[in-house]
């Protein structure tokens, strides 16, 4: 049996306390992206300013309100994606998914060890790992992926208005 | 405290309570989501399997005739539990949103028009918004909502002007969130005056309170077997034998037709007009036992007992948590039933639950399928602690000490 403190590490109650990048940016030039859990009512919205000329991810602010997983997490998303290169938040993205077991071309249940390291691609998730304990409690994934869901809604919409 | 009922007993008939969770004794506080069931009732849809399992109303064999009798038995334990006027008044569904739908769709369909006002209230399970929502869209009927007052009771001051040419109120007789009792003869006879018919949504009444369909004075009561001690899959609808008799069928299958032509059928009787195909039989004699086991300890009793504890409840969370923790439903146990729903103000509900389960503590947290009242007290979801018949002081005190361990785990 999963204990509490496999879910609820230092670090994720250290970024549910003190948030990192709360705030709004002016739209536009920045996008906007809403993410919405229902269960929970769970609440991300998302504003990332992205510089067109070097495809990176200048600012991102964050606001909305949840339970402690999906705001840590939500934290810790901005954290580890603020000035990074969109494709390499993208990578992010899929490398977070992998780590909460949601492999995309994969039926549930048909991944192995092996996946994870194929999809974290070399991609670096440091603090981000804390979050791992969220899988042994399967009805809070939800909570750990909604910033990550909403992250990639906004860089589909900017590239959409780019295209 | 004199004890109404004698809870050691009570939870000694439940087999769940023998198992632990997380290696502790299980302490169930969600059984206005869902009830646990007592070995009679178990035993019950056990025999029902083992000795008589047959379709009913098909057969012309000994078997047959007995599951048909177990049926019809448990729907009459149902129409006595309720004060029907007649047996036929009870239509059997999957639950009670089907029993809702079965209203809406049959009666409403049948009966609102475009612009027809359907009066409902801001505490409404969704289970008595959305078919309204549904016939909103498909019919153009107007939904007009009664509001709530700051300390958790409808608001009736304009209760009028909004039954004003209302064909329909459809209200919860208790609110599944707040816990807040609604006085159903007061809003039945209200709604009478202005020409309207009355939908009651007794999912949390019929288990926890003496119901009288006749004393409320009501046209439709619905309600739900798992709630009270029966199993999964079987609820129903009460309603006067006339509006019944004049309903068209809500399923079209088999049981509901005495006559199926090339060109048409024609509908059975009531109460089978509206049990299309093959029903929970087998559950209704759990839901019959179910029964059995509540009148022997009386409604009234329970209805006390559940006072008494509410009260415990109440006053033990207050004084460990003073203004810390926001109770969100009336302070009055003469004005309220046991589901108690709360919030810290800084710890997310589901944290909260999260924690209260390493201790075995079962409670819910989510907007319990009542997003309209989440709206209304501007909260995305709450806590909710609700009290039965197996409940008593112990698990009051087990919530209390696991709540102070998530605020603390959780300061700030």
Redesign the interface.
């Known amino acids: ?1 999963p ?2 403190e496999d ?2 590490r230092e670090i994720i ?1 250290d970024h ?2 003190s948030p990192r990048n709360r705030g709004e940016l002016p739209v536009p030039p920045a996008t906007k992206a809403e993410g919405f859990n229902p ?5 991300v919205v998302l504003y990332l300013d992205i510089d067109p000329d070097t495809a990176t991810v200048r600012d991102v602010k964050i606001d909305g ?5 999906s705001q840590a997490s939500t934290s810790m998303m901005s954290s580890a994606v603020k000035g990074k290169p969109v494709d390499e938040a993208r990578k992010l993205i899929r490398a977070f998914k992998a780590l909460m077991s949601i492999h995309e071309s994969k039926l549930e249940g048909e991944s192995d060890g092996s996946d994870l390291t194929a999809e974290l691609d070399g991609v670096r998730l440091g603090d981000l790992e804390a979050l791992q304990g969220v899988v042994k ?1 399967p009805v ?1 994934i939800k ?1 750990a992926t909604l910033a990550w869901n909403t992250l990639q809604q906004g860089l589909d919409e900017r590239e959409s208005v780019d295209a | 405290m004199t004890e109404v009922l004698d809870v050691s007993r009570v939870k000694a008939d439940f087999p769940i309570f023998e198992r632990k969770v997380n290696g502790k004794p299980l302490v169930y506080l969600d059984s206005a989501s869902s009830s646990q069931k007592p070995r009679s009732v178990l035993d019950a849809m056990e025999h029902h399997h083992r000795h008589h399992y047959a379709n009913v109303h098909r057969g012309i064999y000994t078997i047959a005739e007995e599951s048909t009798a177990a049926y019809e038995g448990a729907r009459a334990k149902v129409a006595k539990l309720l004060n029907a006027r007649a047996t036929g008044e009870i239509v059997f569904t999957k639950n009670i949103t089907e029993a809702m739908n079965l209203v809406a769709y049959s009666w409403a369909r049948k009966n609102l028009g475009p612009g027809d006002p359907v009066v409902i209230s801001e505490m409404e399970h969704h289970a008595n918004v959305v078919p309204w929502h549904i016939l909103v869209e498909e019919r153009g009927v107007e939904l007009r909502w009664i509001p709530i007052t700051d300390d958790f009771q409808l608001d009736l001051t304009d209760l009028d002007r909004l039954l004003d040419g209302a064909k329909l109120l459809s209200v919860t007789a208790m609110s599944n969130v707040l816990g807040t009792l609604n006085d159903i003869r007061l809003l039945s006879d209200a709604a009478h005056a202005a020409g309207a018919l009355v939908n009651v949504d007794a999912a949390q009444a019929v288990p926890h309170l003496p119901v009288d369909v006749q004393a409320w004075d009501a046209d439709f009561v619905g309600f739900t077997g798992h709630k009270m001690l029966g199993p999964t899959g079987l609820g129903g609808l009460w309603a006067r034998a006339e509006l019944l008799d004049a309903m068209p069928p809500f399923l079209g299958g088999g049981e509901m037709i005495t006559d199926v032509r090339f060109d048409g059928f024609e509908p059975n009787e009531v109460p089978w007009k509206f049990e299309a195909g093959t029903m929970p039989f087998v559950e209704a004699s759990g839901l019959a036992a179910a029964i059995d086991y509540l009148s022997a300890l009386g409604m009234d009793a329970v209805r006390a007992h559940e006072k008494q504890l509410t009260e415990y409840t109440l006053r033990a969370l207050e004084e460990r948590f003073e203004d810390r923790l926001h109770i969100h439903g009336p302070r009055d146990v003469d004005q309220r039933g046991g589901a108690i729903s709360f919030l810290f103000d800084r710890i997310h509900a589901h944290d909260v639950a999260q924690v209260l389960d390493e201790d075995g503590v079962c409670v819910r947290a989510s907007h319990h399928c009542a997003k309209p009242l989440m709206r209304v007290l501007g909260v995305p979801a709450t806590t909710r602690a609700s009290l039965y018949v197996y409940n008593d002081e112990s698990d009051a005190d087990a919530l209390v000490e696991s709540l102070a361990k998530a605020e603390k785990f959780f300061a700030i």
């Open positions: 049996m204990g509490l879910l609820y109650l549910y306390r269960l929970c009512g769970d609440e309100q949840g339970c402690s997983i409690f809070r909570c």
